[in-house]
């Protein structure tokens, strides 16, 4: 049995290195080209330069070995791309392998889970969702870390405790994967809320409030979606958020830097230079102002993010005073 991780971004490249503590892993790339820079480099050198990978972890181009019935899959490309991968592992002959999906994100056109849409192309796949207050390079660095890890499969649960979890990253069990991946999604908008106050020059005082009045918003978006409190208020919904508020290193909060001073929207995101889920769960966020939630301040995230507004500081501190 080995690990193979299909995706070799930051959060790719972190885990091959958190689960090579224990397995040999296979680093899957877009392409040969990369895959041999990384081997040669001995290291991620684009995604997390000036970390070594273990020799345990084999960088190679996606589907380049075989895929055996006892290898679990980890799904660690940006969500948009889950359901041309499922496809992909279909056509490889993939049917009741495990995967573990690492993404962040819905299918922003329907509300689609990760979940629901291996479910649609892989049935008999046995799933689960990996979340929780994870920063990528901190796990690559080795620092210690929970995560949560959700399935509707019990004694898979205990499987992947059993295969993955190591002396750093420990798991927490949870059997609502939607409601996880849901939070995983909408939490980006709130930690860009921190990084635009981040931008503007204010500091803890600011970043305590958005945190809370976001935090109190995000359970209203949650439970109208039917994830519940336990859920919100866990290491995925609420330890996230807080994580990624206040990590420098969250492309969420780099983002909503670069908005405050001064790039326009498709230059902060070239500058973060990956994908920003944040950002995409806006669009969707405003697909539901027809219901006339209460969520003023996620309001006015996606309102600077697409509107183009001018004065950033005033429609912030505006939003805020109101709260």
Same mark, same amino acid.
Do not use: W
């Given at each position: 049995m080995k690990i193979i991780i299909l995706g070799a971004g930051n959060w790719g490249t972190a885990l091959a290195i958190c689960f090579s503590e224990r397995k040999n892993v296979r680093l899957w790339t877009i392409n040969k080209e990369e895959a041999d820079k990384i081997n040669k480099a001995g290291m991620n050198e684009t995604f997390l330069p000036g970390i070594n990978l273990p020799a345990s972890i084999t960088a190679e181009e996606k589907y380049a070995s075989p895929i055996e019935e006892d290898d679990i899959i980890i799904l660690a490309v940006p969500s948009r791309k889950i359901e041309n991968v499922a496809l992909e592992l279909k056509e490889k002959g993939v049917k009741n392998n495990i995967l573990v999906n690492v993404s962040k994100g819905?299918?922003?056109?329907?509300?689609?889970?990760?979940?629901?849409?291996?479910?649609?192309?892989?049935?008999?796949a046995r799933f689960a969702n990996l979340s929780g207050p994870t920063i990528a390079r901190e796990i690559?660095?080795?620092?210690?870390?929970?995560?949560?890890?959700?399935?509707?499969?019990?004694?898979?649960?205990?499987?992947?405790?059993?295969?993955?979890?190591?002396?750093?990253?420990?798991?927490?069990?949870?059997?609502?994967?939607?409601?996880?991946?849901?939070?995983?999604?909408?939490?980006g908008l709130i930690a860009i809320a921190v990084g635009l106050a981040d931008g503007l020059g204010y500091k803890t005082n600011i970043f305590g409030l958005i945190m809370t009045y976001?935090?109190?918003?995000?359970?209203?978006?949650?439970?109208?979606?039917?994830?519940?409190t336990d859920t919100v208020y866990g290491i995925a919904g609420m330890g996230d958020l807080i994580t990624t508020c206040l990590s420098e290193n969250s492309?969420?909060?780099?983002?909503?830097?670069?908005? #405050?001073?001064?790039?326009?929207?498709?230059?902060?995101? #070239?500058?973060?230079?990956?994908?920003?889920?944040?950002?995409?769960?806006?669009?969707?966020?405003?697909?539901?102002a027809k219901f006339n939630l209460s969520i003023p301040l996620i309001?006015?995230?996606?309102?600077?993010i697409f509107d183009d507004i001018d004065d950033i500081r005033a429609k912030l501190t505006s939003t805020l005073d109101k709260l």
């Open positions: 819905v299918k922003h056109s329907s509300l689609k889970t990760i979940h629901e849409i291996i479910r649609e192309v892989l049935p008999e690559a660095e080795g620092l210690p870390a929970k995560a949560i890890i959700a399935s509707s499969d019990v004694s898979l649960l205990f499987y992947l405790q059993e295969h993955l979890q190591n002396s750093l990253l420990k798991f927490e069990f949870s059997r609502d994967v939607d409601g996880i991946e849901l939070c995983a999604s909408l939490k976001g935090l109190r918003e995000f359970n209203i978006v949650m439970n109208f979606l039917g994830v519940s492309r969420n909060r780099s983002f909503g830097r670069y908005l #405050a001073q001064g790039m326009s929207r498709d230059e902060a995101l #070239a500058e973060v230079g990956m994908v920003v889920e944040g950002v995409s769960m806006a669009k969707t966020i405003q697909k539901l309001s006015c995230i996606t309102e600077i």
